[in-house]
């Protein structure tokens, strides 16, 4: 019994971080163009070495499609944060939710499907809007039937109607971008010179994707399009980089203008403390099934008196062994279940005790492994003595035996005490980054977002919000107060 609870314990902290782990992994796998599905990035050379950054020319995407052969399509997209709580109103409903202005061709490059609507013409028009499944059933009721209907919208200190042209499923949850609603690229743009900026080759804002035509050697266009921009315009001064974009959310870092890691360190780090648990589980499984199997050596010596075979006795003790591991499987599967809610909370996912291929056959290959290793000892080793010398009693663990079990049992205390101070070491960082003095008093802090014509009248607002006698000061920013690139107005 207390084998099982031992290794079932074992099993479900592993079975938790091996669904977190396989989970990172295929963050962004699911484009069906995913090997040839690329994000292109500025590179400024500056005093501190080269700065990458994710903004590009809002007219990049379609100058690349048109005179680079190897795009098959190109298309830019505003930053999701950008616009992360656009009021959408239809009639006397107004919603809040997150959306972005993406190019024509924007259906062709990534794999999000369509419920209405052409992929080839959806954001073909100005006027049109593409919404969510989970938006159209809130705003209409009933994702059918609503292409052609009107919403408007309050953005970039604009105001639009604009008709749905398609309905998109909704985002699956191991995507990094997500948004209920796109507008097409060109609104942006007009957007931009109505608020006094400029489309060229100088300013940057939108992020550019492309899909490459397949066969196309990513390392001589990555080369071939360095200077790409700086061709274009002879003011430009940032070269051109691309990245896959399903790596972007892994190695989400550059080092000297390269890709280099990210969270995929937190992958590393978590596969290496589950490795850390299931080797303490299986040590652990190990010298309890070595007890157990060196109390029953008087009925080893007398199956093999009565003449059963080593390979018998091996088989017995494999299977035993193997059997235990998967009723601890069974049991670390219940805990699972039960505590996968809570964990969800924690890593802020939606992970769910699925048997897919991949999921399920990692679980029995894990429980067989297991099992494997513990029955290793009684199998392979006790099994080979002759039975006169069991019978006897003249059996003696050699030093050799003796040194591998104690030298087993220090490995298994040492890898828990590193953990232990792991887990102290996190747990005052997190402390430190809780407590830190950020230079303001937060509880006195209020933060709410511009909607309707309040940008228009940016300064009057704030010279009325200063007459009250509970407010120090007032100001206003562009973007959100925690981002980047961002205006202030009102301060001092």
Known sequence: MINVIGLSSGLACVFLIALWVLDEVQVDKFHENDEYLYQVWNKFESREGPR????????????????????????????PAQFAKTPLRVNNKIIKTAGVFAGKDYFNIFSYPLIEGNKNQVLEEINSIVISESLANQLFGSPKEVVGKVIEWDAMGMLGK???????????????????????????????????????????????????????????????????????????????????????????????????????????????????????????????????????????????????????????????????????????????????????????????LSFEPLTFGLLLLIAFFTGVLAGSYPALHLSRFKPVTILRGQLKNSWGEVWVRKGLVIFQFSLSIILIIAVLLVSQQVDYVRSKNLGMDKDNVVYFSQEGHLRQNAEAFLKELKTFPNIVNAAMTSQNIIGTNINTTGGG
């Open 162 to 352: 604009h008709q749905v042209s398609g309905v998109f499923k909704d985002i699956p949850t191991n995507s990094t971008t997500h948004f209920d609603f796109i507008l097409p690229l060109a609104a942006y743009k007009k957007g931009i010179i109505h608020n006094g900026g400029k489309n060229d080759w100088v300013n940057n804002n939108p992020i550019t994707y492309i899909l490459l035509n397949e066969g196309t050697n990513v390392q001589e266009f990555a080369a071939k399009i360095e200077n790409f921009s700086k061709l274009q315009d002879e003011d430009v001064e940032a070269d051109l980089i691309i990245t896959k974009y399903s790596s972007n959310y892994l190695y989400s870092n550059f080092e000297n203008g390269k890709q280099t890691s990210g969270r995929m360190n937190y992958v590393y780090l978590f596969s290496c403390i589950a490795l850390f648990i299931l080797t303490i589980a299986c040590i652990n499984f190990m010298n309890l099934s070595t007890a157990n199997a060196s109390r029953r050596l008087k009925e080893i010596g007398v199956k093999k008196a009565l003449g059963s075979k080593r390979t018998t006795l091996i088989t017995q003790y494999f299977g035993e062994s193997v059997m235990t591991a998967f009723i601890s499987l069974l049991f670390a599967l219940l805990v699972v279940f039960l505590f996968i809610p809570q964990f969800n909370v924690i890593t802020g996912k939606t992970l769910s």
């Open 52 to 79: 990458v950054l994710n903004w590009t020319p809002s007219i990049l995407a379609e100058t690349m499609a048109d005179k680079l052969p190897e795009v098959k399509y190109a298309a830019s997209q505003t930053v």
